[in-house]
């Protein structure tokens, strides 16, 4: 059974409500807080509802039914009847049990979510129905407290030696690769064929690799291997995969590989000088280059202790308003954070998405505190304030407004823009209320 959701937020409800499902009279229902995020909902089906939607179904079999010796569609109700008994009564359950819940949904104001379980089934065909259905639902957020908060700042700074990382980096990315007539070292880039020695995994076909060495691109034994190399040198070895390697069936496993190596290129590094400097940039010297590193080390750092800041201001948003999630939703969102194949290990997914439902979980209450204060204060990005913020990317991408918009719209991008505008506002009300040290 399908079950109906909702955009509407919950409405508050009493442990027990009973009303009247529909202007016909035709569904009963009785709703029971079971935990925050569960309710039970018992339906109860007007007889005459029950009759008419047997016969319904009755009828609706007999235009598809073939019987030897009466026309198709032509079929007497009686015959139907002694013939499919029971899938006409299986079909009047689909039907009422819909029908029944949607109708609750709708009259108690369900914010649903997730597959309602369906129990406790009471029919007598074309007489009778009652069931119950457990269904989760949204919390009911009330978000009472939303400033008044202390959070740290992580302090901003950068060393001279993050500044030499980034030029090692970009040294390397300059590298200028020379043949060497030498064992390989680590950092040099090697050429190797590898065979499996045994022939269980491929057969007699060798794979050509290229990679740098000690960069982690090959597993510890094949590296080690390797590096007892000269250019031309060959032998086989005995390999032993990590536990954690990608292929299940290698990991942990221990296979006898044969291993040439073809050749071997040592980097030749440039001099980090002011020509290098004008090399990688628009910079007629050293300094310069190392003051721009640095001006982008400190904007990137102080982003991330902002965003450092908003974390903690959101988690002490939840942690000062509480509330249960339903499970169903949690798990939903475990499903595509784990994203596993179809022949992956069903042990090691289930406890790859057990290690991850805790971090899940924390995420999607991060996520509906947030957006009921969007809904609580009105948050929601007017039309202005997206006009004014396509035209600063617009100005800063030096084209016309129109072609940002068509591009995001192509891209189905604008909704992230206004989704942008509502959390800067979010974020700006929980610092201006809290102390950020």
Do not use: W
Not at 127 to 147: H, K, N, Y
Not at 181 to 199: E, F, H, K, L
Not at 246 to 269: F, M, P
């Amino acid at each position: 059974m399908r079950s109906h959701t909702t955009d509407d937020a919950p409405v508050t409800e009493p442990d027990t409500d009973i009303r009247t499902a529909s202007p016909t009279e035709r569904f009963e229902s009785k709703v029971e807080t079971e935990a925050p995020c569960v309710r039970r909902v018992t339906i109860t089906v007007d007889p005459a509802h029950v009759a008419a939607t047997r016969r319904k179904e009755g009828k609706k079999l007999g235009k598809t039914v073939r019987i030897k010796g009466f026309r198709k569609g032509k079929v007497p109700p009686h015959v139907i009847q002694e013939r499919y008994g029971p899938l006409i009564d299986e079909r009047t359950l689909t039907a009422l049990v819909n029908e029944g819940y949607r109708a609750a949904v709708v009259t108690h104001g369900l914010a649903a979510v997730g597959e309602p379980a369906v129990d406790d089934v009471d029919y007598d065909p074309g007489a009778r129905l009652s069931f119950s259905v457990d269904v989760e639902v949204m919390p009911e957020i009330s978000l009472a407290r939303t400033g008044g908060f202390r959070v740290e700042r992580p302090k901003v700074s950068v060393e001279e030696s993050d500044i030499d990382k980034i030029l090692e980096e970009m040294r390397g990315e300059q590298a200028v690769l020379e043949p060497v007539d030498r064992a390989a070292r680590s950092g040099d880039v090697v050429s190797v064929m590898i065979t499996p020695a045994d022939g269980e995994e491929d057969g007699d076909a060798s794979k050509p690799y290229r990679f740098e060495l000690g960069a982690g691109y090959a597993i510890p034994d094949v590296e080690k291997a390797i590096g007892g190399l000269v250019p031309g040198g060959d032998g086989v070895f005995d390999v032993t995969y990590p536990p954690d390697f990608g292929n299940e069936e290698l990991a942990g496993a221990t296979r006898s590989l044969h291993i040439a190596l073809t050749d071997v290129k040592a980097k030749r590094l440039p001099d980090l000088d002011d020509e290098f400097a004008r090399q990688v940039g628009d910079f007629d010297a050293l300094d310069e280059l190392r003051a721009a590193i640095r001006e982008d080390l400190v904007k990137h750092r102080e982003r991330e202790a902002g965003n450092a800041v908003r974390e903690q201001l959101v988690q002490a948003l939840v942690d000062a308003n509480p509330f249960e999630v339903p499970p169903g939703l949690v798990s939903r969102y475990v499903e595509r954070v784990i994203d596993a194949p179809d022949d992956a290990d069903p042990a090691r997914v289930e406890e790859a998405k057990r290690s991850v439902r805790p971090a899940v979980e924390r995420q999607v209450k991060r996520d509906l505190a947030i957006e009921r204060l969007i809904e609580m204060k009105g948050f929601e990005a007017g039309r202005e304030e997206v006009d004014a913020r396509l035209q600063e990317i617009a100005d800063r991408n030096e084209v016309s407004v129109s072609e940002v918009r068509q591009r995001l719209a192509r891209e189905k991008q604008l909704d992230g823009v206004r989704r942008d505008i509502a959390l800067e506002k979010v974020f700006a009300l929980l610092e201006e209320g809290s102390e950020i040290r």
